[in-house]
Every structure is written in C-alpha cells, then in structure tokens.
C-alpha cells in the first residue's frame, strides 16, 4: 500500500475490527478492506452502497454473473488483484472454477449464453476504449440483452472501473488463493456492505 | 433491476462537495481529468487511463510536491470515480440512442 494512511491510519476501533478478521479468518485482512474502512465517511461508505446495489441488488443477471463481468472488467483493466478477487467470488457462486477460467481466458468460444458474451464484450470495449457507440449497444440487444440488463452490467462496470483504478493506484498486495477464497465467502454471505 | 442512481448522487455529492482535506476545487478538477498543478495532473492522468502503470515513484513525486496523504487519497478516489462516471454516462447515452426511450 503506497499510503501509510491506509495501510495504518485507522482508527482503534477499525483496528480491533481487522484484528478480529484475522483471528476468524485466519487470512491478512485484504487492502481493499483497509481502503473502504479508512475515513469510511468520505469514500468507503458511499462507494459500497453503489457497489452492494450493482452486485446484489433486484437482477436478472445472477450473482456469479455479475461477479464475472466485475472479474472481467479487472481483467481489461489489467489489475490483479481485483482479477483475483472476484474470480473467486464468481467460481464460489457459479460453484464451477473451469467455467470462470475458460471466460476470462476465452471469451470469444467459451460456453455461455449469448445475452451474457455480448454484455462482456460490450464493457471491455467500454473499459477499454473509455467509449461505446449506438451499435454497439444495438449488438447487445440483437445478441439478446434486455435495455435493463445492459443497465445492470453498466452499473457493475462503473463499481469496478472505480475500484480498479483504486487498487492499481494505491498499490494493493496481492495475497495468495486462500485470502482471496476467504474474502469471497464473505462477499457471497454478506455482500458488499 | 438494480438501480445505483440514487446511491451514485451521493457518492459524487459527498467526494466533490462535502468537507475533505484537498481543495474543492482540486477534487473536482480530479474527477473532470483537468486543470491540476504538476505533479498532480499527470498523476490524476494515469489513474483516469492506465492506473496499472502508477509507481511507488509517482505517488512518492505528489507527497514530495508538500500534499498530505489524505490529500492524495481523496485526489486519487475523485479521479477514479470521475472517469468511471465518464465512461458510465456515455455507455447510458449510446444505450438510450439504440432504444430510443428516454
């Protein structure tokens, strides 16, 4: 973590709270947390309301779904560590870890349903280029996607367009598989409040 | 249908204009991607379009400039949540122009 501030400047309580995570989950608590909980009033608190709406609000799109498109998105945007994260996630609700490497790896062949290649490919255009166009949008919908769909996805890419470029920016470590698995369980109990 | 409008007002309306350590001028010249004093300006620049390349070195340059790290923590969550707010309402624009509703 490239400021002390986030690593260490927590309050006593907070403290005593990531203590606690260690000693139940028996894994370092993950930068991300240390962020989101870090003057929580300022970034951390507001940010997971939209983040908890877009992954676990009222969808067609499933959980897994959504977690892949944010696994994806963090693909595109080259950052490991939220690469890492919810591809946990994503395995933990599809609760098939080939399906998830075969997406992120594959795309453009890997089995899934057309609505949801589309949608993918769709937002790494969009992370990617920073824009998309009328057709590409019309692609999605030919593709299958209804208006509220691609609405839900865009909701996920912007959360994950916003952490991403925290993690890459404030130099979150990248732990191992375990930490990961553990905060991907936590994220499927609890969600992202 | 999730629907992130409402919590996305407050999380602009709360980085831009509620109290912070950096300037509100700084903080929404962050999130537009425009007018910021070096080091700043090229720092907010890569968080905005390649945030994978940021150094040790390029955060170390906007302490040395005399900005605190609350300073650069809120300059840096303002021009995330900028350009992801970019991206997000021209994805809506082009969505809205395939459908033609409002």
């Given at each position: 973590?490239?400021l002390?501030i986030?690593?260490?400047?927590?309050?006593f309580?907070t403290k005593?709270?990531?203590a606690?995570?260690?000693t139940?989950?028996?894994?370092p608590?993950?930068d991300?947390v240390?962020?989101?909980?870090?003057?929580?009033d300022?970034?951390g608190g507001?940010?997971q309301?939209?983040?908890?709406?877009a992954?676990?609000?009222?969808?067609?799109w499933s959980v897994?779904?959504?977690?892949?498109?944010?696994?994806f998105?963090?693909?595109?945007?080259?950052?490991?560590f939220c690469t890492k994260?919810?591809?946990?996630?994503a395995q933990g609700?599809?609760?098939?870890?080939?399906k998830?490497?075969?997406?992120?790896?594959?795309?453009?062949?890997?089995?899934i349903?057309e609505p949801?290649?589309?949608?993918?490919?769709?937002?790494?255009k969009l992370t990617?280029?920073?824009v998309v166009?009328?057709?590409d949008?019309?692609?999605?919908l030919?593709a299958?996607?209804?208006?509220?769909?691609i609405?839900d996805?865009?909701a996920v890419?912007?959360?994950f367009?916003?952490?991403?470029r925290l993690?890459?920016?404030f130099?979150f470590?990248?732990?191992?598989?375990?930490a990961?698995?553990?905060?991907?369980k936590?994220?499927?109990?609890?969600g992202?409040? | 249908?999730s629907?992130?409008r409402?919590?996305?007002?407050?999380?602009t309306?709360?980085?831009l204009?509620?109290e912070g350590?950096?300037?509100?001028?700084d903080?929404r010249a962050?999130?537009?991607n425009?007018?910021?004093a070096?080091?700043?300006g090229t720092?907010?620049?890569?968080?905005?379009?390649?945030?994978?390349?940021i150094?040790?070195e390029?955060?170390a340059?906007?302490?040395?400039s005399g900005?605190s790290?609350?300073?650069?923590f809120e300059?840096?969550v303002c021009a995330?949540?900028?350009?992801?707010?970019r991206q997000?309402?021209?994805?809506l624009?082009a969505?809205?122009?395939a459908?033609g509703k409002?």
């Amino acid at each position: 973590m490239r400021l002390r501030i986030l690593d260490s400047g927590h309050s006593f309580g907070t403290k005593a709270l990531f203590a606690l995570i260690r000693t139940v989950s028996r894994q370092p608590v993950l930068d991300v947390v240390k962020l989101v909980k870090y003057r929580a009033d300022f970034y951390g608190g507001p940010m997971q309301s939209v983040t908890h709406e877009a992954m676990r609000g009222p969808s067609t799109w499933s959980v897994g779904d959504r977690e892949l498109m944010a696994a994806f998105v963090a693909q595109t945007n080259q950052c490991e560590f939220c690469t890492k994260a919810h591809a946990a996630v994503a395995q933990g609700a599809y609760r098939d870890e080939k399906k998830v490497s075969a997406l992120l790896s594959e795309l453009d062949t890997a089995a899934i349903e057309e609505p949801l290649r589309a949608t993918l490919l769709m937002l790494g255009k969009l992370t990617r280029e920073h824009v998309v166009k009328t057709d590409d949008m019309r692609a999605v919908l030919a593709a299958g996607a209804s208006r509220q769909q691609i609405e839900d996805a865009l909701a996920v890419c912007f959360s994950f367009n916003v952490i991403g470029r925290l993690a890459d920016a404030f130099g979150f470590f990248v732990p191992g598989p375990k930490a990961f698995e553990a905060g991907a369980k936590y994220l499927l109990a609890r969600g992202y409040r | 249908m999730s629907n992130i409008r409402q919590a996305r007002k407050a999380l602009t309306s709360r980085i831009l204009e509620g109290e912070g350590k950096a300037s509100p001028s700084d903080r929404r010249a962050a999130f537009n991607n425009s007018g910021l004093a070096e080091p700043l300006g090229t720092l907010v620049e890569q968080v905005a379009r390649h945030a994978h390349r940021i150094t040790d070195e390029d955060i170390a340059a906007t302490r040395k400039s005399g900005l605190s790290e609350d300073q650069v923590f809120e300059i840096v969550v303002c021009a995330a949540i900028g350009q992801a707010t970019r991206q997000y309402d021209t994805a809506l624009a082009a969505l809205e122009a395939a459908t033609g509703k409002e």
